[in-house]
DNA sequence: GGTTCGCATTTTGTATTCAGAATGCATAGT
DNA sequence: ACTATGCATTCTGAATACAAAATGCGAACC
């Protein structure tokens, strides 16, 4: 058993962004290092190293003598972020290697099919959709494009706990990744691709009626 | 005059930025904390914090114990850069307003022509460069998507000093802006999109050649 | 009563200190 | 001569200490 060796700042980040995905922090908060740091039982260094991060990620916001807060949330900064990683994952299925694409297109229409489990809670719901979306980019050889991705969906990961499963969005979710997955199983990249856009332009419509208007 | 209030690590990451543009730092070499921080007049505290957001930058790298090293060059990794850069512009083009593209088109046409001045050295022509494709974004509304161009430039800046500057080279780039302007005074949207992406692909072959093979 | 000034408290920003890991050299052993 | 081990040195990683800015409250003044 290879034992860990990671620096601080990065486990803390992990752990921040796991608290993030369970809720715990809510958008607009401000963060109290002090008693943060007590909280994980660390010094105030490396957690402002890890806090330092997640503003890069876009998780939190900083602000000259008043520290850090997590960054609140907007319909508007929703839908540029939307726009972005719509972007992003096109060009990650573009420079894939479409043997590959076909190679896993059952598994991906296996496991859309598979999504409408009993009503679950959005966490499990948006876990599974993570996956999804993983195995489907996991033959693009650009990891730069790929760790810009991970970063940037951190930065999303705060909206996901607006909402709260649903029955029909996710079914309609599972249909648009059976859409996918049956292109990219005809070979058809182009029209994957599209698909994964108008996927990307869906979920957004399903997510924004539930983000309250802006600022 | 606003006097400045910013904290001690942007500022620091701004000289950085400002040396390595300079060509201070060669990519590979490793960061001495102490001497570094001495030579900025500052803590290796603010310093460090510095460095971690350049890290999420891609323009360091860190290892446990080892601390931190300007990232090296790779065909592979520039090769990468400039594909995610070529689909965020595009997007950024294509989410502008129409008529404030064909407003700019003149100037940017204008800046073009006058493009290819005295063979100067190529601190100056990347910063022409930076200036046009800076104009050409200006109107582009997703603010999350410029900040993440902006970054991402930042990690290729080191790859700009490897290139000294050649006149045949410069006035090919030139020419492709001259395009791309002339395809926005017509108010040819994907026109201008693909000729973008062109620009990109034709800058990146015309790097590759200055760029070393890969590790 | 309301507003403003000043002080106390809290919290952030930066410096300094301490501890532990990595590196390099010298020496001892084969 | 070469390898391996131990030690000294150097540097990073983390904690603590200090300084400065922001916030909140209360009293004095209008």
New binding site residues.
């Given amino acids: 058993m290879a034992i860990e060796?990671r620096?601080?700042?990065e486990?803390i980040r992990d752990e921040l962004m796991d608290r993030l995905t369970r809720g715990e922090f809510a958008p607009g908060t401000?963060?109290?290092?002090?008693?943060l740091?007590a909280e994980l039982?660390?010094?105030?260094?490396?957690?402002?190293?890890a806090l330092i991060t997640l503003t890069g990620e876009g998780v939190l916001e900083?602000?000259?003598?008043?520290?850090?807060r997590f960054a609140p949330v907007s319909r508007t900064e929703f839908r540029e972020l939307v726009a972005i990683v719509a972007s992003l994952e096109s060009l990650a299925l573009e420079s894939s290697d479409p043997a590959h694409l076909r190679g896993i297109a059952p598994r991906l229409l296996e496991m859309a099919r598979e999504f409408p489990d009993p009503v679950a809670d959005h966490a499990t719901v948006d876990r599974r959709d993570d996956e999804w979306h993983g195995l489907l980019l996991s033959g693009c050889p650009n990891e730069r494009l790929l760790d810009l991705l991970a970063r940037i969906k951190a930065g999303m990961r705060r909206y996901e706990n607006l909402v709260v499963a649903e029955d029909q969005p996710v079914a309609r979710e599972a249909e648009e990744h059976c859409e996918i997955a049956r292109r990219l199983l005809d070979g058809d990249l182009t029209g994957a691709t599209e698909a994964l856009r108008a996927n990307w332009v869906g979920g957004m419509e399903r997510m924004l009626a539930h983000i309250p208007p802006d600022r």
Avoid: K
Wanted: aromatic share 4%.
């Fill in positions: 060796r620096p601080l700042r486990q401000d963060v109290n290092e002090a008693v740091a039982g660390v010094s105030r260094t490396p957690l402002r190293e900083s602000n000259q003598g008043r520290g850090f």
